[in-house]
């Protein structure tokens, strides 16, 4: 059982290649993906900024719990600092389970907890 | 006379382009009393405060809580990642 | 809006590279990987047999049903016929939707379904 | 006299080693006397037919379906894909 978290310099790579962790009968990935407009104006992309120790130490918390209450196998959670241009993309979650219930109840909890918080702020570019 | 230093990030640091603020106390505060003061003196950043939480030494804590002045104290307005 | 669907031999490639579709906010991405064992009893793998014409009409008509009733934006729907060792994919579900939460929905309730209406069987090797 | 051939996969072909089985019929059937029929011609069928259902060209079908005997039809017992 394991929680990797990675704070990234601009957009995620398309794929991050983490192989499948041992026990794993699915495999659930999220992508947040920048699109072009922001309350109906258009943008080029999205510029994030984060309290680092603290935003790394809550994914790090909210990994963990979710790890230990849905009995997980991995998570590996990355976003992206700086700017994301459009269509790419800027969040990406990856969870390890042995079912499928409890790795979609997992991504959805931890989506809730990140958008309430973990210090990382976004602003239109 | 207790001397605060709050660290400021995104739409607050913004508002005020801060990326921090020196409070003046009388005496040593809770979190909540310190968010009262933080008005006081930075009117601009009522807005960011109602729905704000501080955070010490990287964890939130609640309004009771007596913050010192050496601990690293921040201000999390409402977060927007993803 | 568009559904993709394929029958591969063997196992899934690690990624498909699909771009994200035009639009796209959330991208959810569902795995199923062999274990190791099976009912308890250690297997090299599992072996895909398909009903192929209505294996590939019913994704299809699932498929479309979800994209209408979540409104997403896409999805691309792939499960392997034949021999997969374990550790290996052998059903990747891609959905591509503007928020996440009609994501999660659609895909849980798509596997409930292929595990119901979709004519393919597996058997322990 | 009317003779059906139906479609066996998974489980039920491996049970009696057979891709299809053909079966007689007296007359015309629905699916529901189609697979009456099936368990009697063919008795180790039975367990795989209590939860099958018939699917007449790649569509699933209720039991008062009459089935043509040039239709394509498949016995689809419990799948267990993904």
Known sequence: ?125 | MPQYTILLFGPAAAAITMDRVVIQSAELCSADQLKVLMIQQFPALDVYLDAGRLAVNQSFVIGETIISTSDETALITMVSGG
């Not at chain 1, 992508?31 to 080029?44: A, L, M, Y």
């Not at chain 1, 963990?64 to 994301?84: F, K, N, P, R």
């Not at chain 1, 389970?97 to 976004?122: C, T």
């Open chain 1, 1 to 125: 059982m394991s929680v990797q978290i990675r704070l990234t310099q601009g957009p995620l790579a398309t794929w991050p290649d983490t192989p499948y962790a041992q026990g794993s009968g699915a495999r659930i990935v999220f992508d947040g993906v920048v699109r072009p407009t922001e309350d109906g104006e258009k943008i080029q992309g999205l510029h994030y900024e984060a309290y680092r120790p603290m935003a790394e130490q809550q994914l790090e918390i909210i990994g963990q719990e979710l790890l230990e209450t849905h009995g997980l196998i991995a998570m590996d959670i990355e976003h992206s600092i700086g700017l994301v241009p459009n269509y790419k993309c800027s969040f990406r979650l990856v969870i390890d389970s042995k079912h499928r219930k409890e790795g979609l109840a997992a991504m959805d909890e931890f989506i809730n907890r990140l958008k309430q918080d973990v210090p990382i702020w976004k602003s239109a570019k």
